[in-house]
């Protein structure tokens, strides 16, 4: 079970949303909402539907339906206003009375609504605050006041713009006049409806936990722990970081930036190793001339703690990697591919979109991953039942590769492992009449062979669609993932896709997907992962 789900039975789904993370997703690839993240995953999810929300930097309980009878009943019961919600929201201003109501309409004006005297005509909102007494008590000592809202409809930022308007603006909503904080500090404690198959009344609460790290509330929301120890704790600019990077790596912290680290970021890194029970911490400065740089000078470098071992081990979704802190720029496996690492592992790609018919289970399933580099991919895919076929330039990466099969119970002669250009190696898999039920393709931005020479992928990804489409049987699936942080997502799934027609292929599903939502997307820190999954005809 995904560690935010409260409650699930055969007609709702209710989830524990952490701040940071949208309802939806606010665009086609501005990153996935927790509505898209959890209707993808599970096949059973594939129905959810939004009922109502929360905005981005809110937290708390939400309900999502999971038929079109608990949708109709809900929907129902929010229009009539049949259903309670309290929230608790933090202030440093002082609230004027221990309880009042405030009753307006709201007009949007640019980002912002703003709160007017009711009027024939508009749309009110009325909202109800207290301040309990114990807990006002409690948080006046610290300078803060907790306080209870109660909506008693249902406007966008009603109570944010109400909790403004008498004087108490919530801590760290800045739009609306509060103090800057690590985040908006307003929580969706508690919903009350009637269940639309029983008809009896049912409450969800969500406990507030306002001193928790909100970047860390992010991540304990989507991971499991009992299965995935490898994750990025820290992105950027997204987490309040500009140009820093950090990953849990099993029993090690893994800094990444330009420069070396600065006292505040040691004193972080200090912080969060304490949390995860930490043996190590090491840091990397990050190079834009890869090529030119060293394996010494890409590799991390201790900064205090325990020494890594040479090869150690982490946990992704049950599955077993090797990592390697000497090997240069990586260190054995690329963390922003987890979730399509799972898409192999369960195969199960998104909603109504299974990686491979039921039909073609038996035989197994053939998977052939280009660019495959230590075979993560492959290694879930074979844990799923698939044969695959491992293709990289790397005879260092393969034996990785084969090490990690290995680690995961997985003989790696059942499987095949293929040393060479991936240009040439399509051309003579094509020759010799091979095909796959799925083709993956995961190239570097940038590299070079002594049998096809320079590949940049914005300039040649065309090309390598082009030449693996005649490897993907009818029916079959083309992954195509891109990290080109410069390739705008629009543009790259345009020329796949313009490949894929030039080549007198069809699409007959497709499913785009960004990121995970451990690396947040922001204004500051843009998307840079971009994956298609299609299923060719």
């Known amino acids: 079970m995904v560690p935010c789900v409260i409650f699930e039975d055969e007609h709702l789904l209710v989830v524990n949303k952490p701040a940071g993370w949208n309802t939806h997703a606010p665009g086609p690839h501005a990153g996935e909402g927790i509505y898209d993240w959890l209707r993808h995953r599970e096949p ?73 005297p009711p009027h024939a005509g508009a749309e009110i909102a009325e909202t109800r605050f207290g301040v309990p007494a114990l807990a006002g008590t409690d948080r006046l000592k610290a300078g803060l006041q907790t306080v209870e809202a109660s909506p008693l409809t249902g406007k966008t930022h009603q109570i944010r713009v109400h909790a403004a308007e008498k004087g108490f603006p919530v801590l760290g909503d800045t739009l609306y006049g509060g103090t800057p904080a690590a985040r908006v500090f307003l929580h969706a404690a508690e919903i009350f409806f009637t269940h639309p198959a029983t008809g009896k009344p049912v409450t969800f609460h969500a406990p507030a936990n306002f001193n928790a790290d909100p ?29 820093w990077y950090v990953e849990r790596l099993g029993k090690f912290l893994l800094s990444q930036s330009e420069q070396p680290l600065r006292t505040d970021q040691r004193e972080e ?41 040479e090869r150690f081990e982490i946990c992704e979704n049950g599955v077993r990697f090797e990592l390697g802190f000497n090997e240069g720029y990586s260190t054995g496996l690329f963390l922003d591919q987890r979730d399509n690492r ?12 299974p990686l491979f018919p039921s039909a073609i289970l038996h035989p197994p399933s053939s998977i052939l991953n280009v660019f495959s580099y230590t075979c993560g991919l492959s290694v879930c895919a074979a844990r799923a039942g ?16 084969r090490r990690n099969f290995a680690l995961n119970g997985l003989d790696p002669a059942a499987h095949d492992f293929i040393y060479g250009d991936a240009f040439d190696w399509l051309r003579r898999l094509a020759k010799k009449g091979r095909a796959f039920d799925a083709v993956a393709l995961d190239p570097p931005t940038f590299s070079q062979s002594k049998e096809h ?22 029916g079959g699936i083309l992954f195509a993932s891109t990290n080109a942080a410069d390739w705008p997502p629009e543009k790259f799934f345009a020329d796949v896709e313009k490949a894929i027609h030039a080549s007198r292929r069809k699409i007959l599903q497709r499913h785009h997907v960004p990121q995970p939502p451990d690396f947040p997307i922001s204004r500051a820190e843009p998307a840079y992962l971009k994956t298609a999954w299609l299923r060719i005809g």
Do not use: C
Request: hydrophobic share 40%.
């Open 44 to 116: 059973r999810w594939a129905t959810l539907a939004i009922l109502h929300r929360l905005d981005k930097e809110t937290s708390g309980v939400m309900v999502f339906g999971k038929t079109p009878a608990a949708n109709k009943s809900l929907t129902q019961q929010f229009t009539e206003h049949r259903v309670s919600k309290k929230y608790l929201l933090l202030t440093d201003r002082s609230v004027p009375k221990r309880e009042l109501t405030v009753k307006s309409a709201l007009v949007r004006v640019g980002e912002k609504y703003l709160s007017r």
């Open 342 to 353: 799972r898409r192999f592992l369960t195969s199960h790609i998104a909603a109504d979109f």
């Open 215 to 243: 970047r860390l509330v992010l991540r304990a929301a989507l991971i499991d722990p009992q299965e995935t120890d490898a994750f990025r704790v820290i992105h950027g600019a997204s987490d309040g970081w500009p140009g």
């Open 269 to 309: 890194l200090a912080r969060l190793a304490k949390i995860f029970s930490a043996s190590g911490a090491y840091h990397k400065i990050l190079s834009r001339q890869v090529r030119r740089t060293t394996v010494a000078e890409a590799s991390p470098q201790l900064v205090w703690g325990e020494a890594v071992p």
């Open 386 to 401: 698939a044969k695959t076929t491992s293709l990289d330039l790397s005879k260092k990466y393969l034996e990785w590769g």
């Open 453 to 474: 020479g320079v590949f940049r992928a914005e300039k040649d990804y065309g090309k390598l669609v082009a030449t693996a489409l005649p490897l993907v049987k009818p």
